[in-house]
């Protein structure tokens, strides 16, 4: 297999979903010439017409190549380094989404984990923390540890100034 076709598809594969080597053999085919049909195409990849058929869909659908109106329909490439550039914008763009939106998870899951204790303090500034749901103080050292050292990841994970949480015997 030529190595144009393995780099069309390496290239575009992670910007264009299923993007595989028959995707690659059809486009490498359109970047020899301006217009070609479906049945030239066949016959100069050696893809079998129904792949053929569903590629091209595909690959209009994602806007690597274009169709004229003309019978029978001639297939084209779109200006491949302006699509290029434009699917990787867009697959960035929706990396950056993702990001925030997988922060933005975390950062409510860490706001429960925050919510279930509670620091009392009483006379005397005597400080306790208390788990709400069992209403218990704790007062293993082992427990506060885990506590703190769980807190102290939290706020790490959320980019926020490292706070001192307290200190304990």
Known sequence: MDKEILSLKKIYSGIVPGFGVNHAKIYYALLSSEVKTAKQLIEETGVCQPITYSVLNNLIENQLISKNNVKPSGFFLNDPIKTYFKKTEKTRKQFEKGKKELENIILSDSE??????????????????????????????????????????????????KYHTWKYG
């Not at 007062?139 to 540890?145: F, H, P, R, T, W």
């Open 112 to 161: 429960e984990k925050l919510q279930k204790f509670i620091i009392e303090i009483g006379k005397g500034n005597q400080t306790k923390l208390i788990n709400s749901e069992t209403k218990q103080e704790i007062k293993e050292a082992y427990e506060l540890k885990a506590i703190k050292k769980e807190i102290e990841e939290i706020i790490t994970r959320n980019q926020k100034p």
